[in-house]
């Protein structure tokens, strides 16, 4: 089979389709068979050394993916071959034609749902999940600002939140951008590279400011983000890439609480339950993965690229060449 090896650590051009030999399944795995593959700025972090989940070279990357299981082991009853699936990690990696998987990795995918949504669900929607209903405590009527809300966790977040009945105000860093949040759900949505847009965000909440805050880039936005936070208000910090001058007193005056987040720190009953919610609203409707670029699983450099480099737009996937 083909696969995504990383032999060394680096920049996206490590990533080379290599054929491999297929994976040996043991009493309790699943083999699936992909069908799309997704990307996540994670992988990115995993593939240059710096993530603390990193495995040892040589390794295939990817967390998310969703396609048919092709075999399973003596001891699997969750799923037989056939069955439509997505995957929440991979013992092997998904970015191949086939990934193995233990068999709590491996969760239904209802029939309404394509496989290109299904590799765009299991790190966006459990990340959304977790920050808002985990660590934020979010409360129906609550109003919520979402830090860059174009992106696949973003996107989530929005739905998560319209299911709840929360007041959403999104930001985006592109007219597109701001447009996908708007017809997701986002009450409000303003460009985050606009000088006066923290000003407008504190407008439209009469002064008062947000209750709970998503963000997306600690790094650029977490000293901004006090400025349109209410008293007592949370924050959640999802993703950063580098470090920053904060001054603490900023916390003091609004008696805020900034709670970290990691998804691979949840319990197994917190994934259960996390995956059981992400079954129903797949199914009835209210969540749907957007995706916003699919490229052949031989340009996961590029996806790479993209999902770093460009303005947050939707979930990328990789599609297998035999697949497309």
């Not at 389709?17 to 994976?23: H, R, Y």
């Not at 999802?238 to 609480?257: N, T, W, Y």
């Amino acid at each position: 089979m083909k696969a995504i090896v990383v032999r060394e650590f680096g920049e996206p051009e490590v990533l080379k389709l290599e054929e491999t030999p297929m994976p040996k399944i043991g009493v309790s795995q699943v083999l699936v068979q992909i069908h799309a593959a997704g990307v996540n700025p994670v992988d990115t972090y995993i593939r240059q050394g710096s993530h603390p989940t990193t495995p040892p070279l040589p390794f295939t990357p990817g967390k998310d993916g969703a396609g048919i299981v092709d075999a399973v082991g003596s001891g699997v009853k969750k799923v037989t071959a056939g069955d439509r699936v997505y995957l929440a990690g991979a013992a092997s990696g998904t970015y191949a034609e086939y990934a193995l998987c233990d068999v709590d990795q491996v969760w239904k995918l209802p029939e309404n749902s394509t496989f290109e949504e299904g590799a765009g669900v299991f790190v966006p929607y459990a990340t959304a999940y977790r920050a808002l209903f985990e660590r934020a405590q979010a409360k129906r009527g609550e109003t919520l600002l979402i830090h860059g809300a174009s992106g696949a966790v973003g996107i989530a977040g929005i739905q998560w939140a319209k299911y709840l009945g929360m007041r959403i105000i999104g930001t985006a860093g592109s007219e597109k951008g701001k447009l996908l949040a708007s017809e997701t759900g986002a009450d409000y949505v303003f460009d985050h590279s606009e000088e006066n847009y923290l000003k407008r965000i504190s407008e439209v909440t009469g002064g008062e400011g947000v209750q709970v805050i998503l963000e997306m880039l600690a790094n650029v936005n977490l000293q901004k983000d006090f400025d349109v936070l209410a008293k007592s208000g949370r924050i959640v910090v999802i993703g950063s890439r580098g470090s920053l001058d904060f001054s603490p007193r900023s916390v003091m005056a609004k008696e805020a609480s900034i709670l970290g987040m990691s998804l691979f720190n949840s319990s197994k009953q917190t994934f259960e339950k996390i995956h059981a919610e992400i079954f129903k609203g797949l199914e009835s409707g209210y969540l749907r993965p957007r995706v916003g670029k699919s490229v052949p699983l031989s340009e996961a450099a590029s996806a790479h690229h993209d999902v770093i480099e460009k303005r947050a737009f939707g979930k990328i996937v990789l599609i297998p060449d035999d697949i497309l």
